[in-house]
């Protein structure tokens, strides 16, 4: 039986609500009647932190989780192929009717999942609430590890102090944070994507004035002296490995990454992105061979922890995100 195109916009829009780098929500989507086509969109690249476009990927698989669980949700069997070796990688999800399909408490998490920027509480998670995250099943060649105990979280500082620096020592990266950065309601709703400044817990302040504090008042020096306060206040870190460091793998991260932050709205934890020792190809390097990682490369550093709801980052219209082929 053909599926109803109402029934696939509505699979588009939950997909379209995955996390990426600066919101910059890089992914376009075609479809007909039994199948839906992701492919990365790159005029939406981030072509100083995210230069060989890992990042980007790891969204679209991110997208691809939601997507796979609200298929299952509608009673539909959904099957999908990663085509990467080609000028136009693509993700092709199948889809068909079913009369059993296994559904997913992660749904009603798809639209209550944020990525929480805010300084968390300093309390540690429940035991048997970090025990259900730490026992998530991972895609294949897709490897976690966390850090819960408070000498391991401090082992991952300097690290993160020192990608800080580096990132917000080089101009061409703080004017790319700033060419996404929405910091005023007005802004943040006509262009649908970037980061709105009141969900990193900011006031509404014009463009002129946004800019200003972001190229001029904040410096490596505070930012650094900011994520220390900020990892030492959570209730741990969780850093997501590949096995093999290509776009099948990237994609397997989003998918992993996705189910933890489903997860975690679940449960009522909180997370957020502290990537910049991943970002940082010799920062990388030297922690991945200083920990112990072997030939996992990290790609992925989250924080989490019990903290306040904040603002929810805006979201572009299903027009602007659906392309015919």
Excluded at 5 to 28: C, D, F, M, V, Y
Excluded at 80 to 90: C, G, H, L, M, V
Excluded at 257 to 280: D, I, K, S, W, Y
Aim: with cysteine; aromatic share 10%.
């Amino acid at each position: 039986m053909m599926i109803k195109e109402k029934q696939i916009l509505q699979l588009i829009k939950l997909a379209a609500h995955a996390p990426s780098g600066h919101n910059t929500q890089p992914w376009r989507f075609s479809y007909d009647e039994g199948s839906i086509t992701m492919r990365p969109d790159f005029m939406r690249a981030l072509q100083v932190v995210d230069a060989d476009n890992h990042a980007m990927f790891i969204s679209l698989g991110c997208a691809l989780e939601n997507l796979l669980i609200a298929a299952r949700q509608y009673g539909l069997e959904a099957t999908y192929e990663i085509t990467s070796e080609s000028a136009d990688p693509n993700i092709k999800v199948a889809l068909r009717e079913a009369d059993e399909v296994a559904k997913s408490d992660l749904f009603d998490f798809i639209l209550k999942r944020q990525v929480c920027r805010s300084v968390y509480l300093s309390e540690q998670l429940e035991r048997n609430t970090l025990s259900t995250l730490i026992q998530l099943e991972n895609e294949p060649g897709v490897s976690v590890k966390y850090f819960t105990k408070r000498a391991d979280i401090e082992t991952m500082i300097p690290y993160i102090v020192e990608g800080s620096t580096a990132q917000m020592q080089n101009r061409n990266f703080t004017n790319e944070l700033v060419s996404w950065m929405r910091f005023n309601q007005k802004d943040a709703l006509r262009a649908g994507d970037g980061i709105w400044f009141s969900s990193m817990g900011f006031p509404n302040v014009p463009r002129w004035l946004g800019k200003l504090i972001m190229l001029q008042l904040v410096s490596a020096k505070s930012e650094a002296k900011r994520w220390e306060k900020t990892i030492k206040q959570s209730a741990g870190l969780v850093l997501f490995m590949v096995e093999k460091n290509d776009i099948v793998h990237w994609i397997r991260i989003g998918q992993s990454f996705q189910r933890f932050g489903l997860t975690a709205a679940l449960l009522n934890v909180c997370h957020a992105h502290v990537n910049m020792p991943c970002e940082e190809e010799a920062i990388r390097q030297r922690m991945a061979y200083e920990l112990g990682f072997g030939d996992m490369t990290p790609l992925l550093l989250i924080r989490f922890g019990y903290a306040d709801t904040m603002p929810y980052s805006f979201r572009r219209n299903l027009n602007e995100v659906i392309h015919s082929v």
